[in-house]
């Protein structure tokens, strides 16, 4: 589950509008502004199809760890592999890179 922040944050992040947001995600423009505005909270499934349609745009969510939520880009697979040769191994990078 996310937070209307973090759906406001991962938008401003992979650089789509409210309205490209809503034609990938089938939600109403309306319902995803009064998510992010914190006006209105949405069932848990359009909150899940928000989340999936931000991933396919390259937003990676981050879990409550201790220092809070958060929202990421997903690395290029040039970043990917710098990080692979430093870490001496794939680790969830694999998983990671925008298509």
Do not use: H, W, Y
């Not at 309205?19 to 109403?28: E, I, M």
Request: hydrophobic share 40%; net charge negative.
């Amino acid at each position: 589950m996310i937070t209307g922040s973090q759906c406001r944050a991962g938008r401003a992040l992979v650089e789509v509008t409210r309205g490209k947001l809503a034609s990938r995600s089938g939600v109403d423009e309306a319902v995803i502004e009064n998510f992010e505005r914190k006006i209105d909270e949405p069932e848990p499934p359009i909150v899940a199809a928000l989340k999936g349609a931000l991933e396919e745009f390259g937003a990676v969510f981050l879990e409550e760890n201790g220092g809070g939520i958060g929202v990421r880009l997903k690395f290029t697979d040039s970043e990917a592999k710098r990080i692979a040769r430093l870490e001496a191994e794939g680790g969830i990078t694999a998983f990671d890179r925008v298509p």
